[in-house]
């Protein structure tokens, strides 16, 4: 069987992502060395993650990206995980997952880690800041201060630089709100009728 994948480094040097055929990975989930999704990896990767080699896998459609404590450690790691997963998947296998994903807790959990990192500088560099408000059944609701309140354009910045980054991270995101989404250049408001 001939395989289509390949690996890619992401702007974060702690992950590493492999791109593969759609059909060879399905279903979307963080999964960590506790999780009960480990039974659904091939048994050497679900290793490690188990002995923490590997801390957190993010596994999407066509996507898996690999998060490590050490980015020195992707030197050696990078190769077996690819040998792994040719292996795996040139033996007809899939990474087929159906366990749980993360709860709202866990997920609000990840989402302010990113907030107050590589999202907060992101936010800044537009003058804004940003704020977790909620989780609720994947539908993460946060606030925009600074100059991005109100701003017209930060619709854009939410859904292009905080949702896709976020999505990116945790596949169990569904939408990204804003407690005061704001209105749509050209949209028309109505007065209330008096009569």
Not at 53 to 62: A, Q, S
Not at 65 to 90: C, G, N, S
Request: contains cysteine.
């Amino acid at each position: 069987m001939t395989v289509r994948m390949h690996a890619e480094q992401t702007d974060n040097p702690l992950v590493m992502q492999w791109m593969v055929q759609d059909d060879l990975v399905v279903g979307a989930a963080t999964i960590t060395g506790g999780s009960d999704a480990l039974e659904e990896l091939p048994e050497e990767l679900a290793d490690l993650l188990a002995f923490g080699t590997i801390e957190r896998l993010v596994v999407g459609p066509g996507q898996l990206r690999f998060h490590v404590a050490d980015a020195a450690a992707w030197a050696q790691l990078a190769p077996i995980v690819q040998e792994l997963l040719h292996r795996h998947f040139t033996n007809g296998g899939q990474i087929r997952i159906t366990a749980d994903h993360l709860d709202d807790g866990e997920l609000a959990e990840g989402v302010v880690r990113l907030l107050e990192g590589a999202l907060a500088d992101y936010v800044a560099s537009h003058g804004g800041e940003i704020t977790l408000k909620s989780v609720d059944n994947g539908v993460v609701t946060v606030e925009l201060d600074g100059a991005c309140k109100g701003c017209p354009s930060s619709g854009t910045t939410l859904k292009v630089g905080v949702e896709e980054q976020l999505r990116a991270e945790f596949p169990e995101i569904r939408e990204v709100r804003s407690v005061d989404a704001p209105t749509m250049p050209g949209a028309r408001k109505y007065l209330p009728l008096i009569t």
